[in-house]
């Protein structure tokens, strides 16, 4: 354990004094503070270091708390309640999240070489199931209806014969219930032919997860991560309890039950004692958070297409990156019937719905869009932000 405490605290110290002697947002923040990073000298003190969060780093320019990292990739986010954030991803933290993820994967047996199908939000996906070589995995259009997806997997399965479903979990439960409700070809076949499930972005629904296994008879694995990259942590011994990687970033829980995080590798955005905005209850061990359960996070809420298919939300608001995260502080979703939603936009500066409309991806999905843009979002009675607006 003190080697673990050890390898965190060179890790967090050395970001640390990188943002503070080269990120003007840092070093104004830490002097603000009376800190100097450089004076850390043990795991203890890293709570000295003050805690950020998604609206301190809204409130200043992204070059005012970036470095000039060559290649750098531009990024945003919109959590869990779609309240935006743009940062700069170094390009060396690829392979780091990769590495990473395969050794999550592997779990459930997974080798480079296999076939996955996966169930994402890109509104690009052509001739409703596509290929995708850098990946080596079949992506699905998940907005085409699923009898569509059905027939189109049947003749891939029948000529490639994947072997793992990867994906938004809402999705993934959504279409094997439907191929089970339908009575479907493809579903002893997929059956045949699945060794196990990802599940990403979304927290599973635990008794659609386990119908779905049962309907494929296979395992699932689920994991918890962002954007922002500062945490990773998956299910290493039970579902729903995850267990973060100290060699991806430094995972804290705080009195209150927040979970506040910092990226050992991203020179060029860095997150340091970052708010991720949720909730968990954790388990301890010597100071480092060995595991957690997430009190309140992202599930599958959805609206309902002109053809009555659900739209997972996953998928349309956070699957597309819409140019719209950039110039927003929070974007909402109201559908006042079947078939059309309201895209509520609270925006950073001065925005009107002509614009904010230009800069949302509606393109692939049967849906009437209509834009507003109000001053506050709508707030539920205990103060929360929701993403699926019940009532405007």
């Not at 795991?43 to 609206?55: G, Q, R």
């Not at 499930?197 to 918890?224: A, N, Q």
């Not at 904010?356 to 001053?375: G, K, P």
């Amino acid at each position: 354990m003190e080697q673990k405490k050890e390898f965190v605290f060179n890790r967090v110290k050395a970001i640390a004094v990188y943002a503070f002697n080269n990120i003007p947002f840092y070093k104004e923040l830490y002097q603000n503070n009376g800190i100097n990073p450089e004076s850390l000298k043990t795991f203890d003190e890293l709570d000295s270091l003050p805690i950020i969060t998604k609206a301190d780093l809204q409130s200043v320019p992204l070059e005012f708390r970036s470095f000039g990292i060559k290649g750098r990739l531009l990024e945003n986010t919109g959590g869990s309640s779609g309240h935006p954030l743009e940062l700069y991803i170094e390009p060396n933290s690829v392979g780091h999240e990769w590495a990473h993820m395969h050794y999550i994967w592997k779990k459930l047996g997974f080798k480079q070489s296999d076939l996955k199908v996966v169930f994402g939000g890109r509104a690009d996906v052509e001739n409703v199931v596509q290929y995708d070589s850098a990946r080596h995995q079949f992506n699905v259009d998940i907005y085409s209806g699923w009898q569509s997806v059905a027939d189109k997997l049947l003749q891939i399965f029948d000529k490639y014969s994947p072997k793992y479903l990867h994906g938004y979990p809402s999705s993934i439960f959504d279409f094997m219930i439907w191929l089970d409700n339908n009575n479907h070809p493809l579903l002893p076949i997929m059956r045949n032919h699945i060794k196990g499930m990802f599940l990403g972005s979304e927290l599973p629904s635990p008794h659609l997860r386990s119908t779905t296994e049962k309907i494929l008879d296979c395992k699932s694995i689920s994991w918890y991560g962002h954007t922002e990259r500062s945490i990773l942590a998956y299910e290493e011994s039970a579902p729903g309890i995850y267990s973060p990687f100290v060699t991806y970033g430094f995972a804290e829980m705080i009195d209150d039950g927040r979970l506040i995080c910092t990226s050992y590798y991203n020179r060029a955005s860095p997150l340091i004692r970052y708010d991720t905005g949720d909730r968990i209850e954790g388990n301890l061990n010597h100071g480092l958070l060995e595991s957690f359960t997430i009190s309140d996070g992202r599930e599958g809420e959805y609206v309902l297409d002109k053809l009555g298919n659900k739209i997972f939300l996953t998928g349309l608001v956070f699957g597309r990156h819409h140019r719209l995260f950039d110039i927003a502080r929070h974007i909402q979703i109201y559908q006042p019937r079947i078939g059309a939603v309201v895209v509520l936009v609270t925006p950073r500066d001065e925005l009107t719905p002509e614009d904010a409309s230009e800069y949302f991806d509606t393109s692939n999905v049967q849906l009437d869009f209509e834009f507003r843009v109000i001053a506050e979002p709508i707030r539920t009675k205990v103060g929360k932000v929701p993403l699926l607006v019940k009532n405007v």
